[in-house]
C-alpha cells in the first residue's frame, strides 16, 4: 500500500473535496447558495478522494456523458473533472494515485471513452489522454463589425428571464444536432455544473435565444467583462441548429450598446464562418488556437469497432497503454471496422497517441513527423492518413 489511500468519498464528504478543488484554482470555498447548485453536479459513487494521514489532499470527479464519435455513434463517455490537490501536497503523485484509480474504476463501469479539460498541459498526456480537438479564441471590434446583407435572416433573438435559464437553455441544446464528432451529451449533472457560477454569484450571465421557423434553434450565454478602455462582452456558450442561428445570434451580440469588443472565453470550433459573415473580414481576430477535448480511450477494442473508418487499405496498428494493461495490443483497421488480431504491425503508438487521431482532428501522418508515432510500413501512414480523416473537425464546446 502506498501513503496515498484512495477511496470513493460518500455524500457528506464532497463539500469538503469541492472545498479543496477550489482551493487548487485558487478559489475560495462556496458560500451555501453556491454550494446548493453546485452538488448536484456530483454523481453518487463518482467522487474519489486521496488521504494522507487522515488528510484529504487530493481529489477528482466524474460524469456519464454520452459522447459523438466519426460515423455518429454515440459512444458511452465519462467526463473527468474537479482534479485538485492540495497546495502543500502536490509533486508526491497524488494526481497519479487518481488517476489510476480513476481509469480503473471507468474500466469496471464499462465506460469507452473520458475525457477532460486540462488546466496545465503538460500534466495529463503520461495518464493516456490526447488532444482529440482545438478550437479558436476570436475578438471581434464592435465598431467595424457588421454582417453583409446577405446573411440570413431566420428568425428572432430575445433574452431569457433569469428563472428561465435553467430550464429553456438545456432543452434547446438538447434538439441540436450531435452529429459533429466530440459532440457531448449534457445531463442534469452538466447543467449543475455549468451554471453553478451563475448561481453562486461568481458571475452574472445574460441568455438570448434564437427561434426560428421551426422554434428555438440557437442560444448564447454571455458576460460582461471591465477592461482598461471601456467593456467587453465576453461569450461563454454558443450552439446553434443552423446558419439563421448563427447568422441571427452574432447580428444581436454585435448589436448590444455600451461594449467596445466581443470575446470567447471557450473555444470556438475552427470551421466558424465569422469572417464571411461580416463586411468586414478585418474586424475579427482569431487571437489563439487552444486545445479543447483531451481524450483518453479506456477501453480501445469497443472505441476502435465504434467509429467509422474512411476508404482505404486496412491497417495493423500496435497500441501500448501503461495505465489499462488490457488494452494493450495489435489492432487490424479498416473501412469495415476494426478488430484485435495476430499480425505483424504497420504502425506503433502509445495511447495517448491514438486518443489524438481517434476523432480526425490530428492525421497520423502529422503525429509521425512529429516522432509520436512509429511507421514500420511507409505505405501504412498514408492510408491510415485516410482511414481517419472526418468530413468536418471534432468539436465539443462543452467546457466542465
Given at each position: 500500500?502506498?501513503?496515498?489511500?484512495?477511496?470513493?468519498?460518500?455524500?457528506?464528504?464532497?463539500?469538503?473535496?469541492?472545498?479543496?478543488?477550489?482551493?487548487?484554482?485558487?478559489?475560495?470555498?462556496?458560500?451555501?447558495?453556491?454550494?446548493?447548485?453546485?452538488?448536484?453536479?456530483?454523481?453518487?459513487?463518482?467522487?474519489?478522494?486521496?488521504?494522507?494521514?487522515?488528510?484529504?489532499?487530493?481529489?477528482?470527479?466524474?460524469?456519464?456523458?454520452?459522447?459523438?464519435?466519426?460515423?455518429?455513434?454515440?459512444?458511452?463517455?465519462?467526463g473527468v473533472t474537479r482534479v485538485g490537490v492540495r497546495?502543500?501536497?502536490?509533486?508526491?503523485?497524488?494526481?497519479?494515485?487518481?488517476?489510476?484509480?480513476?481509469?480503473?474504476?471507468?474500466?469496471?463501469?464499462?465506460?469507452?471513452?473520458?475525457?477532460?479539460?486540462?488546466?496545465?498541459?503538460?500534466?495529463?498526456?503520461?495518464?493516456?489522454?490526447?488532444?482529440?480537438?482545438?478550437?479558436?479564441?476570436?475578438?471581434?471590434?464592435?465598431?467595424r463589425a457588421r454582417l453583409h446583407p446577405g446573411a440570413?435572416?431566420?428568425?428572432?433573438?430575445?433574452?431569457?428571464?433569469?428563472?428561465?435559464?435553467?430550464?429553456?437553455?438545456?432543452?434547446?441544446?438538447?434538439?441540436?444536432?450531435?452529429s459533429r464528432p466530440g459532440w457531448q451529451e449534457r445531463?442534469?449533472?452538466?447543467?449543475?455544473?455549468?451554471?453553478?457560477?451563475?448561481?453562486?454569484?461568481?458571475?452574472?450571465?445574460?441568455?438570448?435565444?434564437?427561434?426560428?421557423?421551426?422554434?428555438?434553434?440557437?442560444?448564447?450565454?454571455?458576460?460582461?467583462?471591465?477592461?482598461?478602455?471601456?467593456?467587453?462582452?465576453?461569450?461563454?456558450?454558443?450552439?446553434?441548429?443552423?446558419?439563421?442561428?448563427?447568422?441571427?445570434?452574432?447580428?444581436?451580440?454585435?448589436?448590444?450598446?455600451?461594449?467596445?469588443?466581443?470575446?470567447?472565453?471557450?473555444?470556438?470550433?475552427?470551421?466558424?464562418?465569422?469572417?464571411?459573415?461580416?463586411?468586414?473580414?478585418?474586424?475579427?481576430?482569431?487571437?489563439?488556437?487552444?486545445?479543447?477535448?483531451?481524450?483518453?480511450?479506456?477501453?480501445?477494442?469497443?472505441?476502435?469497432?465504434?467509429?467509422?473508418?474512411?476508404?482505404?487499405?486496412?491497417?495493423?496498428?500496435?497500441?501500448?497503454?501503461?495505465?489499462?494493461?488490457?488494452?494493450?495490443?495489435?489492432?487490424?483497421?479498416?473501412?469495415?471496422?476494426?478488430?484485435?488480431?495476430?499480425?505483424?504491425?504497420?504502425?506503433?503508438?502509445?495511447?495517448?497517441?491514438?486518443?489524438?487521431?481517434?476523432?480526425?482532428?490530428?492525421?497520423?501522418?502529422?503525429?509521425?513527423?512529429?516522432?509520436?508515432?512509429?511507421?514500420?510500413?511507409?505505405?501504412?501512414?498514408?492510408?491510415?492518413?485516410?482511414?481517419?480523416?472526418?468530413?468536418?473537425?471534432?468539436?465539443?464546446?462543452?467546457?466542465?
Amino acid at each position: 500500500m502506498t501513503d496515498h489511500e484512495v477511496q470513493v468519498l460518500d455524500e457528506a464528504e464532497v463539500r469538503a473535496a469541492h472545498t479543496l478543488f477550489r482551493a487548487a484554482m485558487h478559489h475560495p470555498p462556496a458560500g451555501d447558495e453556491q454550494w446548493e447548485h453546485s452538488r448536484r453536479a456530483y454523481v453518487p459513487g463518482r467522487t474519489l478522494g486521496v488521504r494522507s494521514g487522515g488528510l484529504l489532499v487530493g481529489t477528482t470527479t466524474s460524469f456519464p456523458a454520452p459522447l459523438t464519435v466519426p460515423g455518429r455513434a454515440a459512444v458511452p463517455h465519462t467526463g473527468v473533472t474537479r482534479v485538485g490537490v492540495r497546495a502543500d501536497h502536490t509533486r508526491r503523485g497524488v494526481v497519479t494515485e487518481l488517476m489510476r484509480a480513476q481509469l480503473r474504476d471507468l474500466a469496471e463501469r464499462g465506460e469507452v471513452l473520458a475525457s477532460l479539460r486540462a488546466s496545465e498541459a503538460a500534466i495529463y498526456g503520461r495518464f493516456g489522454y490526447g488532444v482529440a480537438s482545438r478550437g479558436k479564441q476570436v475578438t471581434v471590434d464592435r465598431a467595424r463589425a457588421r454582417l453583409h446583407p446577405g446573411a440570413p435572416v431566420t428568425g428572432e433573438v430575445r433574452l431569457l428571464a433569469p428563472e428561465e435559464l435553467d430550464t429553456v437553455v438545456p432543452e434547446i441544446y438538447a434538439r441540436l444536432d450531435p452529429s459533429r464528432p466530440g459532440w457531448q451529451e449534457r445531463s442534469a449533472h452538466y447543467w449543475a455544473l455549468a451554471l453553478a457560477r451563475h448561481h453562486g454569484g461568481d458571475e452574472h450571465l445574460v441568455a438570448a435565444v434564437h427561434t426560428g421557423p421551426a422554434g428555438p434553434d440557437g442560444y448564447v450565454l454571455y458576460t460582461f467583462v471591465r477592461e482598461e478602455h471601456g467593456r467587453a462582452l465576453e461569450i461563454r456558450d454558443l450552439h446553434v441548429a443552423n446558419p439563421g442561428a448563427q447568422a441571427g445570434l452574432w447580428r444581436f451580440l454585435l448589436g448590444v450598446d455600451l461594449v467596445s469588443r466581443v470575446t470567447t472565453d471557450d473555444p470556438l470550433p475552427l470551421d466558424l464562418p465569422l469572417e464571411l459573415l461580416l463586411t468586414d473580414r478585418d474586424a475579427v481576430r482569431t487571437t489563439a488556437v487552444q486545445d479543447e477535448i483531451w481524450l483518453r480511450l479506456v477501453d480501445v477494442p469497443q472505441a476502435l469497432a465504434a467509429r467509422s473508418y474512411g476508404a482505404a487499405e486496412p491497417v495493423v496498428l500496435s497500441v501500448r497503454d501503461r495505465f489499462l494493461p488490457a488494452n494493450t495490443g495489435h489492432y487490424l483497421i479498416g473501412p469495415d471496422g476494426a478488430r484485435r488480431t495476430e499480425a505483424a504491425a504497420d504502425l506503433e503508438l502509445d495511447v495517448d497517441t491514438l486518443a489524438a487521431l481517434y476523432l480526425g482532428g490530428t492525421r497520423p501522418g502529422e503525429l509521425a513527423e512529429a516522432g509520436r508515432l512509429t511507421v514500420l510500413s511507409s505505405p501504412a501512414l498514408a492510408e491510415a492518413d485516410r482511414l481517419f480523416a472526418t468530413g468536418r473537425p471534432p468539436w465539443s464546446g462543452t467546457f466542465f
